[in-house]
T-cell receptor, first 114, second 114 residues
Framework: KAGVTQTPRYLIKTRGQQVTLSCSPI?????VSWYQQTPGQGLQFLFE???????NKGNFPGRFSGRQFSNSRSEMNVSTLELGDSALYLC?????????????FGPGTRLTVL | EDQVTQSPEALRLQEGESSSLNCSYT??????LFWYRQDPGKGPEFLFT???AGEEKEKERLKATLTKKESFLHITAPKPEDSATYLC???????????????FGQGTILTVHP
């Protein structure tokens, strides 16, 4: 069974630009969660999508947004990039949204903002 | 704010030297506690789910246990290939605010020397 895939794996952008990251969940998984990982803050929850609906959102500014498509693939977008947005962005998929939520992570997208 | 604390921050072991990693959490209403392994530049790899006090799970040289507010990851006779960052995460029983959200500890960096 194929795992979670994320594209692109690496991105370099400059301040003020915007970026879109993509995540394809494990087949049959309908929930996709996004996390930001930095050395200082560790892994922090951004948001979760299930059946094309955002069901939960973490404590991040509105510049961070996402969506989910009918095939459960998800994208996240960051607008007006800041230097502090440099991080590893991870997506994780799970079968369901409520209930025990075993999440399986992709390899991440490494974003560098210059 | 709900917290997950892992200790020690870093652990150096000789090959074959058994030890334990600790994860404690402050929140009430635990739905599940998860252990992950993360290698440099990669996404976290799922290891175990625990959801009731007294539960134990084993996989090769690893055994995870759960008490009321703590979990331990025991590593028996570790090998150099067990070197990685071990992350603990909790999912709370908090209705909509817990959908798809795992709260992570900062991790324990394990180094096993041959």
């Amino acid at each position: 069974k194929a795992g979670v895939t994320q594209t692109p794996r690496y991105l370099i952008k400059t301040r003020g630009q915007q970026v879109t990251l993509s995540c394809s969940p494990i087949s049959g998984h309908r929930s996709v969660s996004w996390y930001q990982q930095t050395p200082g803050q560790g892994l922090q929850f951004l948001f979760e999508y299930f059946s094309e609906t955002q069901r939960n959102k973490g404590n991040f500014p509105g510049r961070f947004s996402g969506r989910q498509f009918s095939n459960s693939r998800s994208e996240m977008n960051v607008s007006t990039l800041e230097l502090g947005d440099s991080a590893l962005y991870l997506c994780a998929s799970s079968r369901t949204s409520g209930g025990l939520n075993e999440q399986f992570f992709g390899p991440g997208t490494r974003l560098t903002v210059l | 704010e709900d917290q997950v604390t892992q200790s020690p921050e870093a652990l150096r072991l000789q090959e074959g030297e058994s030890s334990s990693l600790n994860c404690s959490y402050t929140a009430s209403g635990l739905r599940g506690l998860f252990w992950y392994r993360q290698d440099p530049g990669k996404g976290p790899e799922f290891l175990f789910t625990l959801y009731s006090a007294g539960e134990e799970k084993e996989k090769e040289r690893l055994k995870a246990t759960l008490t009321k507010k703590e979990s331990f990851l025991h590593i028996t006779a570790p090998k150099p290939e067990d070197s990685a960052t071990y992350l603990c995460a909790v999912q709370l029983n908090a209705g909509g605010t817990s959908y798809g959200k795992l709260t992570f500890g900062q991790g324990t960096i394990l180094t096993v020397h041959p």
